[in-house]
Nanobody, 127 residues
Framework: QVQLVESGGGLVQPGGSLRLSCAAS????????MGWFRQAPGKDRDFVAA????????AYADSVKGRFAISRDNAKNTVYLQMNSLKPADTAVYYC????????????????????WGQGTQVTVSS
């Protein structure tokens, strides 16, 4: 079992920045590919970003490419999502997720591929 706890959400003005964190516990963090997803009210949960076990490889949804950056610190068992140039359309509950994969596994964007989820953190972008 892996337990995931997100933090760092809040209210920010358009054009502002936030950094989300997701702390993992329970298993060897470096064995897990990590992802960020988000869910706006009345909408499906959508892929935002993923990062490989080593942190070398990353993938992003087109809607956040160039504005968001995913990273991880395996020594601290934490994955981050740096969000810049935020827009009202980025308003959602953000979830981190984990899946145990082989070291060179392809990056996963399908939420059904992930086994463990955090409780989510609210991000609201509004003036």
């Amino acid at each position: 079992q892996v337990q995931l706890v997100e933090s760092g959400g809040g209210l920010v003005q358009p054009g502002g920045s936030l950094r989300l964190s997701c702390a993992a516990s329970g298993r060897t963090f470096s064995n897990y590919q990590m992802g960020w997803f988000r869910q706006a009210p009345g909408k499906d949960r959508d892929f935002v970003a993923a990062i490989s076990r080593s942190g070398t490889n990353t993938a992003y949804a087109d809607s956040v490419k160039g504005r968001f950056a995913i990273s991880r610190d395996n020594a601290k068992n934490t994955v981050y999502l740096q969000m810049n140039s935020l827009k009202p359309a980025d308003t959602a509950v953000y979830y981190c997720a984990a899946v145990s994969v082989a070291y060179y596994y392809t990056l996963l964007s399908d939420l059904k591929s992930y086994d463990y989820w955090g409780q989510g953190t609210q991000v609201t972008v509004s003036s």
